[in-house]
């Protein structure tokens, strides 16, 4: 966010200073000449920056700039504000959010004020890329009916048959014989747009074929099919985020089949830092997605978020945290040659878990950092929800500027970047000691620790280090028959079996490998890690290497990415020359699909009853899954796949025994063909990081058809249709005022839920799928929809109608009124039994407001953008509990909701109340923080409860109704009431 109040009357004028051009301008915390600041963690002086620039004595004062300063002595103590530089949305949280700022211009609209006044005051990124369902994918070939062709499904004696359907438009014919079908006939779903029948069974990336003739299908024209299912499906929702890309200011959204929220937050909406109004100062972002943590690791401060605490960002609230600590990883010691990018990554992930460093942010320091690529640490940052870490932080340093050189900055930004960053002390040289900082903990990590393993023989949770696996496999043949051993007897452990292929005789032995996959999916997903097996293989052919014929090689690629990249760095003709052929792009060896092994291999391994050796690179190898014959199976690195293929055995010590030979008779061990670190990293960022770069700028420019052909309309207010199911005005302004309204007290209240401990945001908004007995069942029936099309709550959060009726619809609801689990309660006037929702409305019919009665952690859980908008639709007040939650607790206030505690050592049961009384709450004139309130029941009995409201920035959003209708009422009133500063900030350049 640019700043909040204008530069001459900002409390840190002083701290303005310029780069050398002196067009820059930026706030200087070095300025401030406290030695604090040196020592200060570089995660935390983000937060000090960005407290510095938006002081604006309103939601952030001069007290917090001094309390993070203070953040040896504040750490867990001071809660402090937060001010992102942008917000980082997915369609399913992102459409709630945009749906309330349509429904704001509305309420503009009707008092005569310009609703395009409506807008994000912080910088929005909206990517489209949940809703896209595999309506159509190739079809396996085992289950392609009549391959023989002729009449195809409706020959005599056929016992499957395929639903006849219109042949796709355009499509062309794949034979010209009887039985020719268009090349999507295939796959066409029914017409109710559901799951294929049985008879047409699929499996996601095997190729697309015709199923009389086995042909191979355009596997574009299926991507071009499932994108109009898409457009079919989703054409509401489509056509308001078209709407919402032209008609909001500070909203950018990123269409369909762009790409992955994360990716495209990493590889093209990152900044590092952000330039407005000839101001710069450091990127952050929070964001609705789980992997937003992972844009820590090119320097930029971030974390994942619920929806209204984005929403509130959107409209100008910073975030609220704890000042948190901060656990110093301090990275050491040299990478074994042999050890993978993705054996470091899960080391390091091992090591954190077993920290304990819950809820606290983690910062890399040390000389062991430079040998980490950039993808290599925005793994680890990824890897946050494993050890619990709220983020993992690694500074920008050489590192992240070469990588940076590699995408779409500019010299000229590079240089801006690297010098505002050198200025406020936020870029470091992880070489030099005497820039370390202080920690709250410091935690070391020896980087020389992290060995190469496989998992095996027969689980993937025993693992073995590379260097022991020789000893480790004689010791499975010596052990009895276990998850390990195979009880050979010693005078068998030498048996050779001699057979022939392809006229040429071969050996088998215990330990000899017969299938070799390399599998990219899953945990090898690090283009370091394919890089490493390819550039392995390149080495080995060049030196006369090979792989012996009758081992049953692959190449299966997660993705045409990974075949693009492997391409794009000339090694895929390697893979080849060794035998590991592209397959396909799918779950092959690692579920059991694979063709058998030549019959000699299984006569040899039967007649030897030998224990035969596959080796893979995925993540399943459970004995007998890749074959009958093969006993033995182990998980490895995709470069030991190809290394061990190579040797033909897993009875090898690659220290001291080579390879193989090479033309010339010269032995070769693998040390030979290992690429270094250095060769593997340089090919990634000139080969790979370039290149998705590349693809992604077009993508982004040239746009999606479907996309670019959606009609939305071109109007400032949102033409809302009355019979979308999806999207709909909710009614957070009905009767927005100009004036704020005196508070309200509670009166003869009842309570709606009489609830106990741990009720989690599960509890409160449900997000799967729509029970047909529920209210919101009810509701969609009403409007002639099939229990087929109710689709999830999570995909309709654009309609209030459903999400307020799926509020407490959760089947595991608890609610003391009833006694069993249910998303039922009590009727107290009536005395019956209803839905959550039923009962709410008739409450409300009747004028009566409502409270919830709860107890300990109230609201605990993942954070859901309808846990308190849908209570506030429901028409509760107040929510009394032992104990809230924090982030729900602020969502509560956020939506003009009471949070109250009971004192402590009371609760309900302790007060002797039964839940069916009736509520009264004098609220005073003037609310402060902390204020404690008394609730009197109809019993004639009074307890005295805290309100939550925990700032002064609390009590003005709770009287003013919540977030929403006080971003409205200030709009309205066109200027801003005395000290009511809405953060305003630009787009970047």
Known sequence: MALATPIKEHPYSHLIDTLEDGRIKFFNPQKLSDPRYDKLPLSIRVLLEAAIRNCDGFYTKEKDVENILDWQQQQNKAEVPFCPARVLLQDFTGIPAMVDLAAMRDALAKHGVDPGLVNPKCPTDLIVDHSLQVDFSKCAIQNAPNPGGGEGPSSQGSSRSVPSRPPSRGGSQCGGQRGSCSKATCSDPPASLGRPPASVQQIEN?????????????????????QEMELIRNKERLQFFKWCSKAFKNVNVVPPDVGAVHQVNLEYLSRVVQVSNSLIYPDSVVGTDSHTTMINGLGILGWGVGGIESEAVMLGQPVSLTLPQV????????????TTSIDVVLG???????????????????????????????TIANMCPEYNATVSFFPIDQVTLKHFKKTHFTQE???????????????????????????????????????????????PQDRVTVSSMKKDFQSCLDEKVSFKGFHISKEKQGTRIPFLHCGQEYQLAHGSVVIAAVISCTNNCNPAVMLTAGLLAKKA????????????????????????????????????????????????????????LPEPVVDAIKQGDLVACGVLSGNRHFEGRLCDCVRANYLASPPLVVAYAIAGTVGID????????TLDGKEVYLRDIWPSREEVQQTEEDMVISSIFRDLRERMEKGNTFWNNIECPDAVVFPWDHKSTYIRSPPFFSKLSKDVPPPQSIENAHALLFLGDKVTTDHISPAGSIARVSAAAKYLQSKRLTPREFNSYGARRGNDAVMTRGTFASIKLQNRFIGKPGPKTLHIPSGQTLDVFEAADRYQRDGTPLIILAGKD??????RDWVAKGPYLLGVRAVIAESFEKLHKNQLVGMGI?????????????????GKERFSITLPDSLSPGQQLTVKTSKGTSFVVTALLDTEVDVIIFQQGGLLRYVGRTLLNSSMQPGLHLAECAPCP
């Open 206 to 226: 095997t190729p697309l074929l015709c199923p009389f003739h086995l042909k191979p299908v355009s596997e574009t024209e299926t991507a071009v099919k499932n």
């Open 327 to 338: 656990v110093g990883c301090k990275l050491v010691g040299s990478i074994n040659p042999l």
């Open 348 to 378: 390091i992930t091992k090591h954190l878990r077993q920290a304990g460093i819950a809820g606290r942010f983690v910062e890399f320091f040390g000389p062991g950092v430079s040998q980490l690529s950039a993808p290599d640490r925005t």
């Open 413 to 459: 930004k590079l240089e801006l970047l690297e010098s505002y960053m050198k200025a406020v002390r936020l870029f470091r040289s992880c070489e030099d000691s005497s820039e370390d900082l202080q920690y709250s903990e410091v935690i070391e990590i020896n980087l020389s620790s992290m060995v190469p393993y496989v998992s095996g023989p027969k689980r």
């Open 541 to 596: 052919v060049e030196l006369g290497l090979i792989v012996k014929p009758y081992i049953r090689t692959s190449l299966a690629p997660g993705s045409g990415m990974v075949t693009h990249y492997l391409n794009t760095s000339g090694v895929l003709p390697y893979f080849s020359q060794l035998g590991f052929e592209v397959i396909g792009y799918g779950c092959a060896t690692c579920v059991g699909n694979m063709a058998p």
């Open 654 to 661: 690659f220290e001291k025994e080579p390879l193989g030979l």
């Open 858 to 863: 109230y609201g605990s859980g993942n954070s």
């Open 898 to 914: 009471m949070p109250l505690q009971f004192l402590s050592g009371q609760n309900a049961d302790s007060l002797g109340l039964n």
